[in-house]
């Protein structure tokens, strides 16, 4: 009954079509967290954000940790990970994650996993855009083993 | 991937440069060649020289903190490149930061 959904898209997110996606009636519980574009980091006011992505490589990293957070919270869980590419403007959602369960704790629980992995372990990185004109590539978390 | 001409023959080696590496190529990708068997670690060094070379001010520690990966996994530093095929098209992945804030 277990679902993945790992997918990287150009196109904005339907996050009722992703729950729909997953729903089953053994499930009583779907939790879905939503990422998206603010406008100010670090003192900046930002008017948009270009996601560059490795697609193959961004997708079995969503595959694998959605597999982690089944072997951690319920081989019943069925999730979706969804991540955009290209340049994004201030509020447009970024990442969609849901996860359906029998009860609400493990659909919490795993959906706060996958986004706390997919930010430390996804081949993805940003590019904001500020209000200046001026654009800057984000300080990320080095892939190398025993490199912060 | 090519097949194998022979084990003296060079191995190209095309890289994709993702994220904050993008701006140090006009191209989309870097080619050159090395010799077969060249471990990834001695790749790391033959990129950075290069992108060094087109650019003084280039950081090498952005290097440093990347990984050399292909189309399905990351590469271990001590894995040897065109043991079994003249060219390798590979990808060198910066720090990522994906998500939201």
Known sequence: MSKIIARITADPIRFEALAAELAVPQHGAQALFVGLVRDENDGRKVAAVSYDVHPPLAEKTFREIAEEALARFGADLRVAIVHRFGRLAVGEASVAICVGSAHRDEALQACRYAIEQIKVRSPIWKQEHYLDGDSEWLAGHSLRPHIP | ?101
């Open chain 2, 1 to 101: 991937m090519s097949e194998s001409k022979g084990t003296d023959s060079p191995v190209r080696v095309r890289v994709r440069l993702f994220g904050a590496l993008r701006k140090y190529s006009s191209e989309p990708e870097i080619a050159f060649d090395v010799p077969r068997n060249t471990r990834v670690a001695a790749l790391r060094e033959h990129l950075t020289e290069i992108l060094k070379r087109t650019h003084p001010a280039f950081d090498g520690a952005l290097i440093t903190a990347s990984v050399l990966a292909d189309e399905s996994r990351i590469l271990r530093e001590d894995e040897e490149v065109g043991t079994s095929a003249d060219e390798a098209s590979l990808a060198l992945l910066p720090p990522v930061c994906g998500g939201s804030q």
